[in-house]
């Protein structure tokens, strides 16, 4: 598995998404499409870093999506500070 830590500035675009509690689409390396709010980010003891989507507006299962899987950010909120990042 590729450990990797990404840039500070790709960061700053999830801690954005998290703070205002943003709607996403999330495209993984694999193809993956999942959709949820972006709630936190977390590391892991062992420097593995995670974003946590809220899939189901609060009522549901929460997903930790690794950062280093993710190809591209879509923000699915209207009026939002930015709109798509790609990692």
Known sequence: ?????????LH????IAC???YQVQLTLNDQ???????IDTMTTDDKRE???I?????????????LNQIRKM????PDAKFSEVIF
């Open 1 to 9: 598995m590729n450990n990797s830590i990404i840039s500070c500035d």
């Open 54 to 66: 809220d899939l189901d507006h609060g009522h549901g299962p929460k997903k930790q999506v690794e």
């Open 19 to 21: 703070m205002y509690g």
């Open 50 to 52: 995670f974003l946590v």
């Open 32 to 38: 993956q499409i999942i959709e949820g709010k972006a």
């Open 74 to 77: 879509q923000v699915l909120t």
């Open 12 to 15: 700053d675009y999830l801690e």
